[in-house]
């Protein structure tokens, strides 16, 4: 490109130092690896590849110079990009299913899960844990699925919750800590009392909606023991989602002297704790042996019992079982509540989808007759089937705030076809499949920063009535290592918001909703900072 462009560039977009910054450390940083790592084992994911992916994703939509500057990296004008043949991104959908159903001996995902295992989740790495790893991974996943995937098992785990009774107590309009549920703590609450005697409580809303669903979801994964001991592991969760991943991501050395990184360190080592003490009280209630604090552990779930079990089978020690189980705990929370928040942000902003959304629901809930009115039970699986127009939303809120890509390691070499061209992609290669550029691009949906849950909305040839749709969204990733918690998180982002809107009014604490900017999480996007809201009881 000539210099004359980067100039350009730099002037006419405020965006554009930043990007070019970012470009050329991604550059600097993948021309150090290849030098660094020419000797060395080479199945890790480079660090280099998550800043690729995202300024891809932030320079492609645009069609701006930065545009011109990634197209360099094009291979052959198809759609596979590129800054080394190392990590190479596939950028259209229809290609990314083509690829993805090869079979695992020739794609795979172990090697990335791998690398963000040790490199993100703090595991220990050394031979042992990798063969570890690489004998038990399948194992150690397969019942996940069985919980997760399956739609009676997720109703089922989901109806033990008692989301109803949980839901009451949303807001206990306390303003003794003491006092407060667990998910009220870090929401920063004010309550007041109008002289009407209507009470309100101000609170941050992110922080409120996501420990409230991950104070449902936690104890149907660990039982309720593992929450109560460690109530901590809400605030250490975030953090070290919020601070430390981005940086583990980028391969920042976890000894760095920064307090960002020795806080989200701290906080990493203490699930790890957790976990571990968690998985030694598994051990001895599977043995029949005395244990620890004479905990409860009557309502683990059969997902950590078989995880327990293959854990032993293949000898990982216990303390690397704490740092392997973060990865779950993560992943079963890390964008599930997130997701609830935005669905409610945006649906509590437009009081007539509101009051839509709370007539199609009003059949799949029971309320008391008493004053003021309680939810007393949820119809899970009426909602999951009946309530079309909540799931629209809840998919335009994936459109909207998921960050999608499917991490793969290519391990034998693949011909890669697309509109006559054709591409070698090598064995110990890594592959990005961008799945949510689409989602921004007005060409695909009209009007794309629009909340509009009807553009998800597809006339059923067999009932004739309005049925929610997928269309092109792929919010769970491809292929055979696609997410194995979809059925579960979406039945609770669905029943969270069900409930939510039964009990509770919302309101902005300023005069009106203003949409928080968003920012890349991981894996979805966060507000650039939270909002806050006033709560009353729904009379
Ligand atoms: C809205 C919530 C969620 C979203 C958007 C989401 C998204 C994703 C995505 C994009 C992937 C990568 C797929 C790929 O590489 O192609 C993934 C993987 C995975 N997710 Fe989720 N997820 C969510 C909730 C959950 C929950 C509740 C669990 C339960 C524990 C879970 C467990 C997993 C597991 C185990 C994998 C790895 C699958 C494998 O490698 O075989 N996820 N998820």
Redesign the pocket.
Known sequence: MALSTWADALQQNPNAKTVLTAFVVVAALAFTYRLLTTSQANSQLPVWAPLEIGLTRHLLPRRGRGYRLLSALRRKDGSLFGLTSKHQMLIDPPQVDRL?AHSASSIS?AP??YTIATRVFGCTHSPAVEEQFYASCEEL?AP??KL?LNDAAATAALGRADIPQQVQSFVSFSSDPEHMKLWERSANLKVTTTADGVQKVEADFQSLVRDFGACI?IPQ?YGRDFLERYPQVLSDLWKFDNDLFPLMMIGIPRWAPLKIVKDGVAAQSRIHAGLEGLYRRVGQYQKGQPIDFDADMSDISD?VVSRHNTYEKYGWPIRQQGELEL??LW??????QP?VFWLLTYVYSKPDLLKQLREETSPYLTMSETTPRELVALDIAGVGKGCQLLKACVFET?RLV?D?????HVSRPITHTEGGLKHELAANTFLS?L?SLANHDPSVYSDPESFDPTRFLEQSASTGKPAARYGKLK????????????T???K??MSLAVAIMSMWDIAPASSKWELPERVPGT??QKPVKDIRVVITRRQ
Do not use: D, H
């Open positions: 993805m995902s990335v899960q996943t996940v699925g997760f979801a994964l997902v990865g779950l992943g079963q929370n890390a964008n599930t997701v994936y998921n999608v890509t499917s991490l793969r499949a799945l919010p769970w990733g491809a292929g055979a290592a696609m997410c194995k918690g979809r579960f998180a979406e609770e982002i894996g979805v």
